[in-house]
């Protein structure tokens, strides 16, 4: 299957997709928001709430809007290579648990994107209220695999 027609394929299939599927399908973390689909021999993610996935879109917005720096990046609209999208998913869930929970270590895989996000959402009245710097700090400390030589 070539790449045009995959992804033709999966914008008909999957209308509301994932904006933590990187993460999700490196096993990262988890949501219990989201759901497994396969087409041919790959794998993508569906929200399966309208309100879980304008969340996520909102917090990756604003996340990505206060990491330009971090990311080396400029432009918020151009699609960022694979490691970048990365260390901005991992990293800013990463910050965004230990902004949470300040007295346990931040784990290897967050287990509910949607929980995470809904509990911050509460807790700083809204997503634009964040604790952007120590979230940042998480993005930049992130590093996905070393590629082996």
């Known amino acids: 299957m070539d790449q045009d027609a995959f992804r033709r394929t999966y914008r008909e299939m ?22 497994k ?13 309208d309100e879980a996935n304008a969340q996520c879109l909102e917090l990756l917005k604003n996340l990505r809007h206060q990491a330009r720096f971090a990311l080396k990046s400029n432009n918020d609209n151009e699609v960022l290579p694979h490691g970048k999208a990365m260390r901005l ?17 931040t784990p290897e895989v967050i287990e509910d994107v949607f929980q995470l996000i809904s509990r911050a959402k509460a807790e700083f009245n809204s997503l634009d209220n964040l604790p952007f710097q120590t979230l940042i700090q998480h993005v930049s400390a992130y590093q996905g695999r070393r590629r082996l030589r």
Not at 37 to 44: D, K, S
């Open 14 to 35: 999957n209308e509301r997709f994932c904006a933590y599927e990187k993460s999700l399908l490196s096993r990262h973390c988890n949501c219990s928001q989201a759901k």
């Open 89 to 105: 998913q991992v990293g800013g869930l990463r910050g965004l648990f230990s902004v949470l929970y300040p007295d346990q270590t």
């Open 37 to 49: 689909i396969c087409i041919a021999e790959r794998e993508g993610v569906h929200c399966i709430s």
